[in-house]
């Protein structure tokens, strides 16, 4: 009911103009290609490339500058949003961690993994990361339709799922549309979710 709520009068184009303003981390994990996520992830968001920090960045001075009023922009084409492909818990620059980091600033974390055997320990295993270090986890992804006839991620997993994201392989042009428009309404809706329960702050 609650979901329906949300989802009702939603348009494509009012579900584009939410993801706007909202930000976060996506985080691929083992076996994921970062650079086909991070162009995937282009067209999820409107046009915006999410930025890749360097390996040895500060975690610290970058989410200042994706979340500042006035920010040094890394690049004019991206957004908010950022692609950490760096192990989450170890140290970088001066000795901060990604984990440290996003539970600071409270930035919601998107976990894509890779449809392959073992996804699902290591999906529940980033989770448990998240929540001990009190990220607020967006939701679990994967890049590709994940062969698991006997296993509902969305019922099963205990995370929140969000879905696949759209591959080339769709069948056509409409099919790689709707699948983006369906990811950008959980995503929308999951915010939602994390706001309510003020994990995140109203971006509005």
């Not at 303003?21 to 996506?26: K, L, P, R, T």
């Not at 490339?49 to 979340?67: G, H, I, M, N």
């Not at 799922?161 to 990811?183: E, F, K, N, S």
Request: charged residues 15%.
């Amino acid at each position: 009911m609650l979901e329906a709520t949300a989802y009702s009068g939603m348009s494509q184009g009012t579900t584009r103009e939410k993801l706007d303003v909202i930000s976060g981390a996506i985080h691929p994990l083992h076996g994921v290609d970062s650079q086909t996520v991070a162009e995937v992830m282009t067209a999820v968001l409107g046009g915006w490339s999410p930025f890749r920090p360097e390996a040895d960045a500060d975690p610290f001075q970058v989410l200042q500058q994706l979340t500042s009023d006035t920010p040094v922009a890394p690049s004019p084409v991206c957004g908010s949003w950022l692609l950490a492909t760096t192990d989450l818990a170890a140290h970088h620059g001066p000795g901060a961690s990604w984990c440290a980091a996003l539970a600071a600033f409270r930035c919601p974390l998107l976990l894509v993994v890779a449809p392959q055997a073992g996804w699902e320990g290591q999906a529940r295993a980033y989770g448990a990361l998240a929540q001990q270090s009190r990220i607020p986890l967006l939701g679990v992804t994967s890049h590709g339709e994940l062969h698991a006839p006997h296993f509902n991620p969305a019922l099963e997993l205990g995370l929140p799922w969000l879905g696949h994201l759209p591959t080339g392989d769709m069948p056509t042009a409409q099919a790689w549309q709707d699948q983006l428009w369906r990811l950008r309404e959980r995503l929308w809706f999951r915010w939602w979710q994390l706001c309510r329960t003020e994990q995140v702050e109203v971006p509005y």
